[in-house]
């Protein structure tokens, strides 16, 4: 646990307001944020997960996903426990479900070494929203960052302006995940948010801060499959953010407390596809659709295939140093250059040594564990 810097003190004693992300959570003494992990102790608001995380793995970047940064290189990813959304349909709910503040602990300092010594390329913060743990993620950031090492959010986007303060900091990149085409009463219904309206603007502020911006959009069938809502959401893409953002429409499976429903059918994600392509989009993929030519990346301007892939795997590269096509030199939106370990396998678990399992209910339970 650590003093928070995203709150601030109320007017009524022992009050307090935190500011990480558009909820804006007014909290008493002694209570808790929505997330779960942003506690009011004595009067001054806690990040009770401040160096303590609950998973840690060596995934391939093309797994956030990200198919326009660093492709091919190995991202070091972390999660702690909560969330600020109750997304119905979560796949890692025993994390951003949790109300308990519990993991293994570390600090910033331990987690850069660790991915140095598993030759990681890049941080992900991801499994869980990372702007409920935004002062733990800043200060490995920043520490990665001088290391050489790169930072990418998985994100539901639901930022405050002052998060970014912090943001600004260290963060190269970020996958922003729209859920149900960002229908608002999608959103309402089954993942609690009143308005997606701050996703929009955390979305410009990254912008403005040059972070690269992938979006996804999670189709959900029968309930979150709108092909109007989704042609909304492209053309806002397309004229906010750019032709160039590339976008991946992932199919929908069963989890948590949406098993009822089945997989999104491919037919519906090259619905989707067909709509971004129409609205000007020039880089859409089919998300969780191993084996789809739209996992390809392909030439907007010649049509030729430049990015050869199957899954999270890069299998042909026909890009130039300058990530130019290589048949007709069309340059191509990709942050970064091709991993030395594209064609190898990028996965791993990693081992936190020096580390103890906590788990802390209430502020009852600090006072035993120290």
């Known amino acids: 646990m650590k003093k928070a810097v995203l709150y601030k003190r109320l007017e009524k004693e022992g009050w307090v307001q935190c500011t990480a992300c558009p909820r804006y959570c007014v909290i008493p003494k002694g209570g808790i944020g929505v997330c779960g992990v942003r506690w009011n102790i004595d009067g001054d608001l806690y990040l009770m997960v401040y160096g303590t995380i609950l998973t840690a793995h060596i995934d391939p970047i093309e797994k956030k996903p990200l198919m326009h940064f660093h492709p091919g290189t190995a991202v070091f990813s972390i999660a702690t426990t909560g969330c600020n959304w109750f997304c119905k349909y979560c796949q890692n709910y025993d994390l951003s ?149 590339p976008i991946h429409f992932l199919r929908f499976h069963p989890d948590y407390l949406m098993v009822n429903l089945p997989v999104t059918p491919t037919r519906t994600i090259e619905k989707h596809i067909k709509i971004a392509k129409e609205e000007g989009a020039q880089y859409v993929y089919a998300g969780n659709v191993p084996g789809h030519p739209a996992e390809h990346t392909y030439c907007p301007k010649c049509g030729k295939l430049l990015i050869r892939r199957y899954g999270f795997y890069i299998l042909e590269w026909n890009l130039d140093d300058k990530n130019r096509c290589k048949f007709c030199g069309y340059p191509i939106n990709i942050r970064g250059s091709l991993g030395s370990n594209w064609n190898k396998d990028r996965f791993a678990a990693v081992y936190l040594p020096n580390s103890r399992y906590i788990r802390v209910k209430s502020p009852s339970d600090i006072k035993k564990q120290h």
Not at 150 to 176: P, R
Not at 182 to 197: H, I, N, Q, S, T
């Open 97 to 245: 479900q949790r109300r308990k503040v519990e993991g293994w602990t570390t600090t910033p300092e331990e987690l850069v070494k660790l991915a140095l010594e598993y030759r990681a390329d890049g941080f992900a913060y991801t499994y869980n929203e990372p702007t409920i743990f935004m002062e733990f993620a800043h200060d490995v950031g920043v520490l990665a960052r001088k290391a050489g090492l790169y930072n990418v959010f998985v994100t539901n986007g639901y930022q405050s302006l002052e998060s970014f303060e912090l943001i600004k900091e260290f963060l190269d990149g970020a996958t922003v995940d729209f859920k149900g085409n960002g229908d608002p009463k999608f959103l309402y219904k089954y993942a609690g948010v009143r308005d997606p309206e701050p996703i929009y603007q955390s979305l410009l502020e990254m912008k403005k801060l040059k972070i690269h911006i992938e979006i996804t959009d999670l189709v959900v069938p029968q309930i979150g499959d709108n092909l109007d809502q989704a042609r909304k959401l492209v053309r806002w893409i397309v004229e906010n953010l750019g032709p160039e953002t």
